[in-house]
T-cell receptor, first 116, second 118 residues
Framework: DAGVIQSPRHEVTEMGQEVTLRCKPI?????LFWYRQTMMRGLELLIY????????DSGMPEDRFSAKMPNASFSTLKIQPSEPRDSAVYFC??????????????FGEGSWLTVV | KQEVTQIPAALSVPEGENLVLNCSFT??????LQWFRQDPGKGLTSLLL?????REQTSGRLNASLDKSSGRSTLYIAASQPGDSATYLC?????????????????FGPGTRLSVLP
């Protein structure tokens, strides 16, 4: 399997523009997570889905952020309008349900967002 | 609220040394604990996963221990190599009720930045 695939890898955008980050989880994984990593706050869970349904979005910073998972193989995280403080690395991760080794969570390589 | 801390924040050792990284968490009601490695510009790679009922896990030169009652985990790296240089993060998983579902909450520590000098 190719692993968790994220796009774009790098994006530089102007304040006020809409940003859409994309994620393809590992096939067969029914949990999908969106994380944000910054130097100041470390890794923060933004939202996660189970079987395409959002389970916990309490980490989404504000209404400018939204996430969707229209099917089992695709998810988006959208920021509209973007602000400089949104600059961070956004990671998507997935895992399979079950116990033991299935608890291992797999991360994509991240989308590096810079808002100027 | 679960909080995870890691000590030290950074560590530099000569090649060949054995070393220990520490992780502490405030709520002992965890489901499991994982250690991850993150290389610069990359995502996180899971190294070891310890279920709450286990006390340790081993993979090659890595050994992770878990003491749930005291809220601590250690990652032991034997015979360190320059290729071990990376940031190591621990993450604890707790179960929580969200609306009408039970979900899992993952809380990451800030990481320990390790440099192994040749």
């Amino acid at each position: 399997d190719a692993g968790v695939i994220q796009s774009p890898r790098h994006e530089v955008t102007e304040m006020g523009q809409e940003v859409t980050l994309r994620c393809k989880p590992i096939s067969g994984h029914d949990y999908l997570f969106w994380y944000r990593q910054t130097m100041m706050r470390g890794l923060e869970l933004l939202i996660y889905f189970n079987n395409n349904v959002p389970i916990d979005d309490s980490g989404m910073p504000e209404d400018r952020f939204s996430a969707k998972m229209p099917n089992a193989s695709f998810s988006t995280l959208k920021i509209q309008p973007s602000e400089p403080r949104d600059s961070a690395v956004y990671f998507c991760a997935s895992r399979a349900s079950g116990t033991g080794i299935f608890d291992t969570i797999y991360f994509g390589e991240g989308s590096w967002l810079t808002v100027v | 609220k679960q909080e995870v801390t890691q000590i030290p924040a950074a560590l530099s050792v000569p090649e060949g040394e054995n070393l220990v990284l520490n992780c502490s968490f405030t709520d002992s009601a965890i489901y499991n604990l994982q250690w991850f490695r993150q290389d610069p510009g990359k995502g996180l790679t899971s190294l070891l996963l310890i279920q709450s009922s286990q006390r340790e896990q081993t993979s090659g030169r890595l050994n992770a221990s878990l003491d749930k009652s005291s809220g601590r985990s250690t990652l032991y790296i034997a015979a360190s190599q320059p290729g071990d240089s990376a940031t190591y993060l621990c993450a604890v998983t707790t179960l929580l009720r969200v609306r009408d579902n039970y979900g899992q909450n993952f809380v990451f520590g800030p990481g320990t930045r390790l440099s192994v000098l040749p």
